[in-house]
């Protein structure tokens, strides 16, 4: 064989994990199986789940790193994963062991005191994979499994001991699009995930795994099949590729036993193409967790043509309304609006919603039922472009917001300032496992723009902005909220992981990393010492926004690629 040829070949195994890690493991030798019960009430010194908690509050109630004390944090250990791309999962911890997640689905154990590695897993992934976010957002944890969810569409169960695998399911066929992104969601022995593939002409769903074994117990599709409520809203046989993916992890509420998952777009991406509401994209579900029913929804915006994906699942809160406490689902909209929804075991209310970005497609919300109205100027159509902000990347796109029941604030990443113009090719064909969006895209910034990235907090109790943090370019950043009185977040090109009064917006300390966060942080405990820890690695839709923006304002900025994950503790 040709030697070039052969060292390229090795390489690209290496990059892609079809060769086994290098370098020792021990594995780990005392671990603490991850109850339901744990899972219900996790214990301040640990991070057990995406966003900690199941309300996905994002809300860590340790305090020993606080206002006072934060400009004393000093990283205190690193480690590099060898891989490029974004990395965005949070460091899951569990009584000093933590896992994270690289893009391609490898999944690291590390000991949380010392960066140690612990094992090492590296998916073999298909020289075929055709998939737009090589990305993973975490892993799941349930008594002594770790659980991941691949970009070739399977979920595999991993000893947490060994890295060994102890199941592995395709949930569907990568070849026809399908691949998934988000951190498996875990109750009660069901191993819950979503598949992504808007952009490439699926049928989303979202599907519970046998926690055991990996059998299925049950799946149900975003969209409706004939025979089913809502499938007239696709003419013809539109439904079967319509889209509605799941990318990012469901949020849980155990007193009614429901599951919260957002839902992408509609495909191909310009509504003239596929006449009706389309349901259920752009959506909240409330599935039951047991039989995956649905239960109740919320559409955020109808017949969507913004490529405005309402995929992050909305916090379960508990708001003060009319003087009564009310449970509550709140989320920061892709769409630009704050959207305050009353789940109940029979359905999903509409409250109230108000723009947080300047948004200028909808002219009206119904105030009975949060159906919006459009401006038709600002709807793209085949053939019609349009300009409408904020951009297809939304006011706020996957990073999840957070909220502190401290401040009643909502803390959300956001990006001000951007449009797009859209057109619709005339011409859309559908071949399994190919782009399905038929559109032309242009991003711009609006003209007298001062700044495009925001950290805003929001007072829920009277719908008012407390505060406001610009940035100069584009926030990609995750937030985490702490009962120290402090956010932490990252999200820029110029490569700073940040420490804010959650109270004021003050920004208290920094630290430049190796690369930009698009992260999601967390913290956590050992040994009576507090930690805070995110990974570094700018890359995917982070690096292909600022890329349009530098093209739009003439611009170069340059981001290093590869990622690490930063270990942060007081001096």
């Not at 991941?148 to 949930?171: H, K, N, P, Q, S």
């Not at 309402?310 to 809160?317: K, R, S």
């Not at 947080?356 to 009975?368: G, L």
Request: hydrophobic fraction near 35%; aromatic fraction near 12%.
């Amino acid at each position: 064989m040709n030697i070039k040829l052969a060292c390229r070949i090795v390489f690209s195994l290496v990059v892609l994990g079809a060769l086994p890690a290098v370098g020792l493991s021990q594995g780990v030798e005392d671990y603490s199986p991850v109850s339901s019960q744990r899972l219900l009430n996790p214990e301040p010194e640990n991070w057990l789940l995406y966003r900690r908690t199941y309300d996905g509050m994002g809300f860590s109630p340790l305090d020993q790193i606080n206002v006072q004390n934060v400009a004393d944090l000093v990283p205190v250990w690193t480690f590099a994963t060898g891989i490029t791309e974004g990395h965005q999962s949070p460091p899951i911890v569990n009584d000093g062991v933590m896992f994270i997640t690289t893009p391609g689905a490898q999944v690291i154990a590390l000991d949380a005191r010392t960066g140690e590695q612990l094992w090492r897993y590296r998916r073999q992934l298909p020289f075929d994979l055709m998939q737009s976010h090589p990305t993973n957002r975490g892993v799941a944890l349930y008594e002594d499994k770790v659980y991941v969810a691949t970009v070739d569409a399977f979920v595999v169960a991993l000893d947490a001991r060994t890295g060994e695998v102890v199941w592995e399911t395709a949930v569907e066929d990568y070849q026809r699009g399908y691949y998934m992104t988000l951190a498996p969601l875990v109750v009660a022995g069901n191993v819950m995930v979503g598949v992504s593939g808007g952009e490439l002409g699926i049928r989303g769903f979202v599907t519970a795994l046998n926690a055991y074994n990996g059998e299925e117990v049950w799946k149900t599709y975003t969209i409706p099949a004939p025979g089913e409520f809502g499938n007239d809203t696709w003419p013809g046989d539109s439904w079967q590729t319509g889209g509605a993916p799941v990318w990012l992890t469901g949020t849980f509420d155990p007193g009614t036993n429901l599951s919260f998952w957002g839902t992408g777009n509609p495909g191909p991406w310009i509504g003239d193409q596929r006449a009706g509401d389309n349901l259920y994209t752009n959506s909240v579900l409330a599935l039951d967790v047991t039989t995956g029913e649905l239960k109740g929804y919320h559409q955020y915006h109808w017949n969507g043509s913004w490529d405005w994906d309402e995929v992050t699942a909305p916090m379960l809160l508990d708001l003060e309304r009319d003087g009564e406490t009310v449970k509550s689902l709140v989320h920061a909209g892709r769409n630009g609006y704050i959207w305050v929804l009353e789940p109940s075991a029979d359905g999903i209310e509409f409250v109230d919603a108000w723009p947080y970005v300047y948004q200028d497609v909808f002219t009206s919300i119904d105030p009975q039922t949060g159906r919006p109205t459009y401006d038709p100027d600002k709807t793209p159509g085949t053939g019609k472009p349009a300009t409408y902000c904020p951009s297809l990347s939304g006011g706020n796109n996957w990073p999840p917001a957070a909220y502190s029941p401290q401040t009643g604030f909502l803390y959300i990443p956001a990006n001000e300032n951007l449009c797009t113009t859209l057109e619709g090719e005339e011409e859309v064909i559908y071949r399994p496992g190919q782009r399905y969006m038929g559109v032309e895209i242009d991003l711009n910034v609006r003209d007298g723009a001062d700044h495009i990235g925001e950290l805003q907090a929001w007072d829920l109790s009277t719908g008012e902005r407390a505060w406001t943090h610009e940035y100069e370019l584009n926030n990609w950043g995750p937030v985490l909220a702490t009962a120290g009185g402090l956010l932490f977040t990252g999200g820029t090109p110029d490569r700073y992981f940040r420490a804010f009064d959650a109270t004021t917006g003050e920004v208290l300390w920094q630290q430049r990393t190796s690369s930009g966060v698009t992260g999601i942080p967390s913290t956590y405990s050992v040994d009576g010492v507090q930690y805070v820890a995110v990974q570094s690695g700018w890359g995917v839709d982070a690096q292909r926004m600022l890329g349009r923006i530098d093209a739009d304002l003439g611009i170069t900025t340059a981001v290093p690629q590869g990622g690490a994950l930063w270990v942060f503790a007081l001096r």
